[in-house]
Protein backbone atom coordinates (compact mmCIF):
# COMPACT_ATOMS: atom_id res chain seq x y z
CA UNK A 1 0.00 0.00 0.00
CA UNK A 2 1.08 3.60 -0.88
CA UNK A 3 -0.20 5.66 2.23
CA UNK A 4 0.15 9.38 2.71
CA UNK A 5 0.20 11.26 6.10
CA UNK A 6 -0.72 14.82 6.96
CA UNK A 7 1.55 16.55 9.37
CA UNK A 8 4.68 17.32 10.53
CA UNK A 9 5.03 16.70 14.48
CA UNK A 10 6.20 14.13 16.69
CA UNK A 11 2.74 12.90 16.51
CA UNK A 12 3.06 12.22 12.50
CA UNK A 13 6.80 10.50 13.11
CA UNK A 14 5.40 7.90 15.49
CA UNK A 15 2.31 7.47 12.98
CA UNK A 16 4.91 7.03 9.84
CA UNK A 17 7.30 4.61 12.44
CA UNK A 18 4.03 2.29 13.26
CA UNK A 19 2.67 2.28 9.70
CA UNK A 20 6.15 0.73 8.54
CA UNK A 21 6.04 -1.55 10.53
CA UNK A 22 3.01 -2.68 8.96
CA UNK A 23 3.34 -5.54 6.81
CA UNK A 24 0.70 -4.33 4.34
CA UNK A 25 2.73 -0.72 3.75
CA UNK A 26 4.88 -0.62 1.23
CA UNK A 27 5.88 3.38 0.71
CA UNK A 28 4.90 6.74 2.90
CA UNK A 29 4.30 10.08 1.78
CA UNK A 30 4.40 13.01 4.37
CA UNK A 31 3.21 16.58 3.89
CA UNK A 32 4.91 18.25 4.65
CA UNK A 33 6.83 16.16 7.46
CA UNK A 34 10.48 17.27 9.19
CA UNK A 35 13.55 15.80 9.65
CA UNK A 36 13.07 13.22 11.24
CA UNK A 37 10.28 11.79 9.10
CA UNK A 38 12.40 12.59 6.39
CA UNK A 39 14.45 9.13 7.29
CA UNK A 40 11.27 6.82 6.80
CA UNK A 41 9.22 8.60 4.45
CA UNK A 42 9.07 10.94 1.41
CA UNK A 43 8.25 14.35 2.06
CA UNK A 44 6.31 16.37 0.04
CA UNK A 45 6.26 20.48 0.60
CA UNK A 46 2.85 20.91 1.21
CA UNK A 47 1.22 22.16 4.58
CA UNK A 48 -1.42 20.28 6.75
CA UNK A 49 -4.15 23.31 5.53
CA UNK A 50 -3.44 23.41 1.94
CA UNK A 51 -6.55 21.49 1.71
CA UNK A 52 -6.72 21.73 -3.00
CA UNK A 53 -3.29 20.67 -3.16
CA UNK A 54 -3.58 18.07 -1.00
CA UNK A 55 -6.45 16.16 -2.55
CA UNK A 56 -4.88 17.07 -5.88
CA UNK A 57 -2.20 15.24 -5.02
CA UNK A 58 -3.48 12.69 -3.49
CA UNK A 59 -5.58 11.58 -6.63
CA UNK A 60 -2.62 12.36 -8.51
CA UNK A 61 -0.37 10.38 -6.63
CA UNK A 62 -3.24 7.14 -6.32
CA UNK A 63 -2.93 6.97 -2.71
CA UNK A 64 -4.39 3.81 -0.74
CA UNK A 65 -4.75 6.03 2.14
CA UNK A 66 -4.66 9.31 3.57
CA UNK A 67 -4.26 9.55 7.14
CA UNK A 68 -4.61 12.76 8.20
CA UNK A 69 -3.57 13.28 11.84
CA UNK A 70 -3.64 17.63 13.24
CA UNK A 71 -6.72 18.91 14.06
CA UNK A 72 -6.82 21.94 11.79
CA UNK A 73 -7.36 19.94 7.97
CA UNK A 74 -10.03 17.85 9.99
CA UNK A 75 -11.89 20.81 10.81
CA UNK A 76 -11.48 22.42 7.81
CA UNK A 77 -12.90 19.14 5.66
CA UNK A 78 -10.10 17.10 4.61
CA UNK A 79 -11.70 13.76 5.14
CA UNK A 80 -14.38 14.89 3.03
CA UNK A 81 -12.91 16.52 0.49
CA UNK A 82 -10.62 13.25 -0.23
CA UNK A 83 -13.95 11.13 0.28
CA UNK A 84 -15.72 13.07 -2.50
CA UNK A 85 -12.56 12.45 -4.92
CA UNK A 86 -12.74 8.65 -4.13
CA UNK A 87 -9.44 8.84 -1.83
CA UNK A 88 -9.78 6.61 1.42
CA UNK A 89 -8.92 8.45 4.09
CA UNK A 90 -8.50 8.47 7.85
CA UNK A 91 -9.74 10.62 10.74
CA UNK A 92 -13.51 12.29 11.04
CA UNK A 93 -15.44 14.83 8.53
CA UNK A 94 -15.45 18.31 9.48
CA UNK A 95 -19.00 17.67 10.56
CA UNK A 96 -17.51 15.20 13.79
CA UNK A 97 -14.27 17.04 14.07
CA UNK A 98 -16.62 19.88 15.33
CA UNK A 99 -16.06 18.36 19.05
CA UNK A 100 -12.69 20.16 19.38
CA UNK A 101 -13.11 23.29 16.65
CA UNK A 102 -16.21 24.44 18.86
CA UNK A 103 -16.26 24.41 22.54
CA UNK A 104 -19.43 25.53 22.71
CA UNK A 105 -20.87 23.00 20.42
CA UNK A 106 -19.38 20.29 22.76
CA UNK A 107 -20.05 21.65 25.96
CA UNK A 108 -23.61 22.07 24.68
CA UNK A 109 -23.56 18.51 23.17
CA UNK A 110 -22.78 16.79 26.41
CA UNK A 111 -25.48 18.96 28.54
CA UNK A 112 -27.95 17.16 25.99
CA UNK A 113 -27.01 14.18 26.31
CA UNK A 114 -25.57 14.19 30.45
CA UNK A 115 -22.17 13.55 29.43
CA UNK A 116 -20.39 14.58 33.29
CA UNK A 117 -18.33 17.97 32.66
CA UNK A 118 -17.94 21.56 34.31
CA UNK A 119 -21.20 23.44 34.96
CA UNK A 120 -20.72 26.49 31.86
CA UNK A 121 -22.25 29.13 29.96
CA UNK A 122 -21.74 30.72 27.17
CA UNK A 123 -21.22 34.19 26.11
CA UNK A 124 -20.93 36.62 22.83
CA UNK A 125 -21.52 39.92 24.24
CA UNK A 126 -18.80 40.95 26.93
CA UNK A 127 -21.31 43.29 29.10
CA UNK A 128 -23.76 40.05 29.58
CA UNK A 129 -20.12 37.95 30.75
CA UNK A 130 -19.11 40.70 33.02
CA UNK A 131 -22.28 40.89 34.80
CA UNK A 132 -22.40 36.88 35.13
CA UNK A 133 -18.68 36.83 36.40
CA UNK A 134 -20.05 39.04 39.35
CA UNK A 135 -22.30 36.41 40.52
CA UNK A 136 -19.62 33.90 40.38
CA UNK A 137 -17.08 32.03 42.39
CA UNK A 138 -13.46 32.58 41.68
CA UNK A 139 -11.19 30.38 40.64
CA UNK A 140 -12.86 30.36 37.46
CA UNK A 141 -12.69 29.14 33.65
CA UNK A 142 -12.29 31.08 30.57
CA UNK A 143 -12.59 29.40 27.04
CA UNK A 144 -12.45 30.51 23.71
CA UNK A 145 -15.08 28.31 22.08
CA UNK A 146 -12.31 27.77 19.06
CA UNK A 147 -9.55 26.23 17.78
CA UNK A 148 -6.11 28.14 19.84
CA UNK A 149 -3.72 25.75 20.23
CA UNK A 150 -4.03 25.01 22.97
CA UNK A 151 -3.42 28.02 24.76
CA UNK A 152 -7.28 29.64 24.41
CA UNK A 153 -7.68 28.32 28.34
CA UNK A 154 -7.15 31.18 31.27
CA UNK A 155 -7.89 29.74 34.82
CA UNK A 156 -8.39 33.21 36.55
CA UNK A 157 -8.01 33.09 40.67
CA UNK A 158 -9.81 36.73 40.66
CA UNK A 159 -12.85 38.87 39.43
CA UNK A 160 -10.36 41.28 37.94
CA UNK A 161 -8.48 38.21 35.97
CA UNK A 162 -11.23 37.23 34.76
CA UNK A 163 -12.81 40.17 33.26
CA UNK A 164 -9.12 40.80 32.07
CA UNK A 165 -9.31 36.90 30.36
CA UNK A 166 -12.60 37.83 28.78
CA UNK A 167 -11.43 41.52 27.32
CA UNK A 168 -8.44 39.91 25.92
CA UNK A 169 -10.36 37.39 24.05
CA UNK A 170 -13.61 39.03 22.92
CA UNK A 171 -12.46 42.71 22.42
CA UNK A 172 -8.73 42.19 21.95
CA UNK A 173 -9.32 39.41 19.99
CA UNK A 174 -6.01 37.30 21.10
CA UNK A 175 -7.39 34.55 19.32
CA UNK A 176 -9.23 35.82 16.44
CA UNK A 177 -12.09 34.92 15.95
CA UNK A 178 -12.01 31.49 17.72
CA UNK A 179 -13.02 34.32 20.57
CA UNK A 180 -15.89 35.54 19.34
CA UNK A 181 -18.12 33.16 22.02
CA UNK A 182 -16.31 32.47 24.66
CA UNK A 183 -17.66 29.36 27.34
CA UNK A 184 -17.05 30.30 31.14
CA UNK A 185 -16.86 27.47 33.63
CA UNK A 186 -16.73 25.88 36.57
CA UNK A 187 -12.96 25.53 37.96
CA UNK A 188 -12.62 21.47 38.71
CA UNK A 189 -9.97 19.93 40.85
CA UNK A 190 -8.26 16.86 40.51
CA UNK A 191 -5.74 14.46 38.58
CA UNK A 192 -5.82 14.97 34.85
CA UNK A 193 -6.15 11.87 32.60
CA UNK A 194 -6.04 11.21 29.00
CA UNK A 195 -7.75 8.31 27.31
CA UNK A 196 -7.99 8.22 23.50
CA UNK A 197 -10.11 6.06 21.92
CA UNK A 198 -10.39 4.20 18.20
CA UNK A 199 -14.04 4.77 16.78
CA UNK A 200 -15.79 3.52 14.05
CA UNK A 201 -18.58 5.29 14.57
CA UNK A 202 -20.52 2.76 16.89
CA UNK A 203 -17.97 1.40 18.45
CA UNK A 204 -15.53 2.75 20.20
CA UNK A 205 -12.20 0.86 22.20
CA UNK A 206 -10.28 3.05 24.37
CA UNK A 207 -6.52 2.30 24.09
CA UNK A 208 -4.39 2.45 27.16
CA UNK A 209 -4.51 5.62 29.78
CA UNK A 210 -1.91 8.34 29.83
CA UNK A 211 -0.76 11.84 31.04
CA UNK A 212 0.13 14.98 29.51
CA UNK A 213 2.40 17.37 31.36
CA UNK A 214 0.80 20.69 29.58
CA UNK A 215 2.87 23.49 31.16
CA UNK A 216 6.73 24.41 30.49
CA UNK A 217 8.09 24.03 33.53
CA UNK A 218 8.82 21.23 36.83
CA UNK A 219 5.95 20.97 39.06
CA UNK A 220 3.60 22.31 36.45
CA UNK A 221 4.79 25.93 36.44
CA UNK A 222 5.29 28.60 33.50
CA UNK A 223 3.36 28.42 30.44
CA UNK A 224 1.10 26.42 28.78
CA UNK A 225 2.52 24.20 25.75
CA UNK A 226 1.51 21.55 23.26
CA UNK A 227 2.96 19.24 26.17
CA UNK A 228 6.29 18.52 27.34
CA UNK A 229 6.42 15.04 27.81
CA UNK A 230 3.71 12.05 28.65
CA UNK A 231 3.18 8.92 30.16
CA UNK A 232 1.34 5.43 30.04
CA UNK A 233 -0.66 4.19 32.05
CA UNK A 234 -2.02 7.68 33.09
CA UNK A 235 -3.16 6.35 36.39
CA UNK A 236 -2.96 3.24 38.34
CA UNK A 237 -6.83 2.65 37.26
CA UNK A 238 -8.59 -0.68 38.18
CA UNK A 239 -10.93 -2.35 35.18
CA UNK A 240 -14.38 -1.26 36.85
CA UNK A 241 -12.90 2.58 36.31
CA UNK A 242 -12.16 2.26 32.48
CA UNK A 243 -15.17 0.18 32.72
CA UNK A 244 -17.42 2.74 34.60
CA UNK A 245 -15.68 5.90 31.99
CA UNK A 246 -16.33 3.47 29.26
CA UNK A 247 -20.21 3.24 30.46
CA UNK A 248 -20.57 7.29 31.59
CA UNK A 249 -18.26 9.16 28.90
CA UNK A 250 -16.36 7.39 25.84
CA UNK A 251 -19.94 5.70 24.79
CA UNK A 252 -22.39 8.20 25.56
CA UNK A 253 -20.41 10.68 23.57
CA UNK A 254 -19.93 8.16 19.67
CA UNK A 255 -23.64 7.74 20.13
CA UNK A 256 -24.56 11.28 20.86
CA UNK A 257 -22.74 12.37 18.06
CA UNK A 258 -24.07 9.39 15.77
CA UNK A 259 -27.03 10.63 16.97
CA UNK A 260 -26.86 14.60 16.02
CA UNK A 261 -25.64 12.75 12.44
CA UNK A 262 -21.91 14.01 13.16
CA UNK A 263 -20.98 10.38 13.23
CA UNK A 264 -17.41 10.00 14.33
CA UNK A 265 -14.55 7.96 12.65
CA UNK A 266 -11.12 8.25 13.91
CA UNK A 267 -9.22 8.89 17.48
CA UNK A 268 -11.89 10.77 20.04
CA UNK A 269 -9.38 12.60 22.67
CA UNK A 270 -11.28 12.74 25.72
CA UNK A 271 -9.35 15.10 28.46
CA UNK A 272 -10.59 14.50 32.17
CA UNK A 273 -10.39 15.42 35.34
CA UNK A 274 -10.63 12.60 37.84
CA UNK A 275 -12.43 15.01 40.61
CA UNK A 276 -14.63 13.86 43.70
CA UNK A 277 -17.67 13.72 42.34
CA UNK A 278 -16.15 11.42 39.63
CA UNK A 279 -14.46 11.55 36.09
CA UNK A 280 -15.46 14.98 34.24
CA UNK A 281 -14.58 15.47 30.44
CA UNK A 282 -12.34 18.88 30.26
CA UNK A 283 -12.55 19.07 26.47
CA UNK A 284 -12.63 16.68 23.49
CA UNK A 285 -10.30 16.71 20.61
CA UNK A 286 -10.73 15.14 17.66
CA UNK A 287 -7.39 13.11 16.90
CA UNK A 288 -4.81 12.12 18.58
CA UNK A 289 -3.17 13.87 20.96
CA UNK A 290 1.01 14.79 20.85
CA UNK A 291 2.93 13.90 22.76
CA UNK A 292 0.56 11.41 24.07
CA UNK A 293 0.27 9.11 21.23
CA UNK A 294 4.53 8.78 21.41
CA UNK A 295 4.04 6.82 24.36
CA UNK A 296 0.78 5.24 23.31
CA UNK A 297 1.47 4.33 19.54
CA UNK A 298 4.90 1.98 20.01
CA UNK A 299 3.01 -0.29 22.42
CA UNK A 300 0.48 -1.04 19.86
CA UNK A 301 0.86 -4.68 19.13
CA UNK A 302 -1.70 -5.30 16.10
CA UNK A 303 -0.57 -4.16 12.33
CA UNK A 304 -1.70 -0.72 12.86
CA UNK A 305 -3.35 -0.89 9.21
CA UNK A 306 -5.50 -3.56 10.54
CA UNK A 307 -6.82 -1.32 13.05
CA UNK A 308 -6.96 1.70 10.68
CA UNK A 309 -9.11 0.00 8.03
CA UNK A 310 -11.47 -1.51 11.13
CA UNK A 311 -11.80 2.29 12.20
CA UNK A 312 -13.04 3.15 8.34
CA UNK A 313 -15.25 -0.16 7.27
CA UNK A 314 -16.90 -0.30 10.54
CA UNK A 315 -15.37 -3.34 12.21
CA UNK A 316 -13.83 -2.30 15.31
CA UNK A 317 -16.00 -4.78 17.08
CA UNK A 318 -14.36 -7.60 15.94
CA UNK A 319 -11.16 -6.81 15.93
CA UNK A 320 -8.94 -7.77 19.14
CA UNK A 321 -6.22 -4.68 19.77
CA UNK A 322 -3.60 -5.70 21.89
CA UNK A 323 -1.37 -3.66 23.78
CA UNK A 324 2.12 -4.66 25.29
CA UNK A 325 2.34 -5.11 29.01
CA UNK A 326 4.49 -2.24 29.95
CA UNK A 327 4.85 1.38 30.47
CA UNK A 328 6.15 4.18 28.54
CA UNK A 329 7.31 7.39 29.04
CA UNK A 330 7.98 10.76 26.17
CA UNK A 331 10.35 13.50 27.44
CA UNK A 332 9.91 16.49 25.24
CA UNK A 333 13.36 18.46 24.54
CA UNK A 334 12.02 22.03 23.57
CA UNK A 335 13.85 24.95 22.19
CA UNK A 336 14.80 27.66 24.75
CA UNK A 337 12.32 30.23 25.36
CA UNK A 338 9.24 27.98 24.06
CA UNK A 339 6.05 28.52 24.09
CA UNK A 340 7.67 32.04 23.69
CA UNK A 341 9.93 33.22 21.20
CA UNK A 342 13.01 31.08 20.48
CA UNK A 343 15.39 30.58 17.73
CA UNK A 344 15.68 28.09 15.12
CA UNK A 345 18.68 26.55 12.98
CA UNK A 346 20.88 24.68 15.62
CA UNK A 347 22.45 21.36 15.49
CA UNK A 348 21.29 18.89 16.82
CA UNK A 349 23.67 16.27 18.30
CA UNK A 350 23.23 12.46 19.59
CA UNK A 351 20.02 11.06 18.04
CA UNK A 352 21.46 8.19 16.65
CA UNK A 353 23.91 7.63 19.17
CA UNK A 354 21.69 8.15 22.42
CA UNK A 355 20.31 4.49 21.90
CA UNK A 356 16.67 5.30 22.09
CA UNK A 357 13.98 5.77 20.40
CA UNK A 358 13.82 9.38 19.31
CA UNK A 359 10.10 11.04 17.58
CA UNK A 360 11.36 14.16 15.83
CA UNK A 361 8.72 17.60 16.08
CA UNK A 362 10.48 20.99 15.16
CA UNK A 363 13.44 19.35 13.32
CA UNK A 364 14.62 20.09 9.92
CA UNK A 365 17.79 18.95 7.69
CA UNK A 366 20.16 21.79 6.75
CA UNK A 367 22.48 22.56 3.67
CA UNK A 368 25.10 19.98 4.73
CA UNK A 369 22.79 17.45 5.97
CA UNK A 370 22.60 17.69 9.37
CA UNK A 371 19.85 17.49 11.39
CA UNK A 372 19.19 21.10 13.04
CA UNK A 373 15.99 22.88 15.55
CA UNK A 374 13.32 24.44 13.54
CA UNK A 375 10.44 24.53 15.74
CA UNK A 376 9.22 25.07 19.19
CA UNK A 377 9.01 21.19 20.27
CA UNK A 378 11.96 19.68 18.71
CA UNK A 379 12.02 16.31 19.54
CA UNK A 380 10.53 13.79 21.90
CA UNK A 381 13.07 10.39 23.59
CA UNK A 382 10.71 7.18 24.22
CA UNK A 383 10.88 4.91 26.25
CA UNK A 384 9.13 1.40 27.79
CA UNK A 385 9.58 -0.55 30.67
CA UNK A 386 8.12 -3.06 33.30
CA UNK A 387 7.36 -0.41 35.72
CA UNK A 388 6.99 3.52 35.05
CA UNK A 389 10.19 4.35 37.05
CA UNK A 390 12.06 1.84 34.49
CA UNK A 391 10.46 3.84 31.01
CA UNK A 392 11.07 7.12 32.95
CA UNK A 393 14.84 7.09 33.93
CA UNK A 394 15.30 5.16 30.63
CA UNK A 395 13.72 8.22 28.59
CA UNK A 396 15.86 10.41 30.81
CA UNK A 397 19.11 8.54 30.03
CA UNK A 398 18.64 8.95 25.82
CA UNK A 399 17.63 12.68 26.63
CA UNK A 400 21.05 13.31 28.71
CA UNK A 401 22.81 12.08 25.65
CA UNK A 402 21.12 14.67 22.98
CA UNK A 403 22.08 18.45 23.07
CA UNK A 404 21.49 21.08 21.39
CA UNK A 405 22.16 25.30 22.25
CA UNK A 406 19.72 26.32 24.71
CA UNK A 407 17.61 22.68 25.08
CA UNK A 408 14.96 22.53 27.73
CA UNK A 409 13.01 19.74 29.28
CA UNK A 410 10.90 18.98 32.25
CA UNK A 411 13.40 16.55 34.52
CA UNK A 412 9.64 15.41 36.36
CA UNK A 413 7.60 14.03 33.42
CA UNK A 414 5.89 11.15 35.00
CA UNK A 415 7.64 11.73 38.32
CA UNK A 416 4.61 13.39 40.17
CA UNK A 417 1.98 10.94 39.42
CA UNK A 418 1.78 9.01 42.22
CA UNK A 419 -1.26 6.07 43.37
CA UNK A 420 -4.64 7.77 42.95
CA UNK A 421 -6.46 4.23 43.82
CA UNK A 422 -10.08 4.28 43.24
CA UNK A 423 -11.87 7.18 41.51
CA UNK A 424 -15.34 7.70 41.60
CA UNK A 425 -16.23 7.01 37.77
P1 LIG B 1 -8.32 22.54 27.46
O1 LIG B 1 -7.62 23.21 26.31
O2 LIG B 1 -9.79 22.76 27.49
O3 LIG B 1 -7.90 21.12 27.65
O4 LIG B 1 -7.70 23.22 28.79
C1 LIG B 1 -6.33 23.25 29.00
C2 LIG B 1 -6.05 22.93 30.45
O5 LIG B 1 -6.71 23.87 31.29
C3 LIG B 1 -6.56 21.58 30.90
O6 LIG B 1 -5.68 20.54 30.62
C4 LIG B 1 -6.74 21.80 32.39
O7 LIG B 1 -5.50 21.66 33.05
C5 LIG B 1 -7.16 23.23 32.48
N1 LIG B 1 -8.63 23.34 32.55
C6 LIG B 1 -9.49 23.45 31.51
N2 LIG B 1 -10.77 23.51 31.95
C7 LIG B 1 -10.72 23.42 33.28
C8 LIG B 1 -11.72 23.44 34.32
N3 LIG B 1 -13.02 23.57 34.05
N4 LIG B 1 -11.29 23.34 35.59
C9 LIG B 1 -9.98 23.24 35.88
N5 LIG B 1 -8.99 23.22 34.96
C10 LIG B 1 -9.35 23.31 33.67
N1 LIG C 1 -1.27 17.02 24.25
C1 LIG C 1 -2.51 17.66 24.12
C2 LIG C 1 -3.02 17.73 22.75
O1 LIG C 1 -2.54 17.09 21.84
O2 LIG C 1 -3.97 18.47 22.53
Not at 284 to 307: H, K, S, T, W
Not at 364 to 370: E, F, L, M, P, R
Amino acid sequence: MKVLVVGSGGREHVICWKLAQSARVDEIYCAPGNGGIAKIATCVPIKATEIDKLVDYAKEGAFDLVFVAPEDPLALGLVDRLEEAGVRAFGPSAAAAIVESSKAFSKNLMKKYNIPTAKYELFDDEAKAFEYLESQKMPIVIKCDGLALGKGVIIAQTLDEAKDAVRSMMEDKAFGDAGNTIVIEECMTGPELTILAFSDGNTAVPMVSSRDHKRAYDHDEGLNTGGMGAVTPGADLYPEDIEAINNKIIRPTIEALAAEGRTFKGVLYFGLMLTDEGAKVVEYNCRFGDPEVQAILPLLENDFMDVIDAVIDGHLADVDIRWKNKCSCVVVMASGGYPKSYAKGYKIEGIDTCGKIVFQAGTAIDGNGDTVTSGGRVLCVYDEGDTLDEAIDGAYEGVKKISFTDAHYRTDIGRTLGNIGHIKA
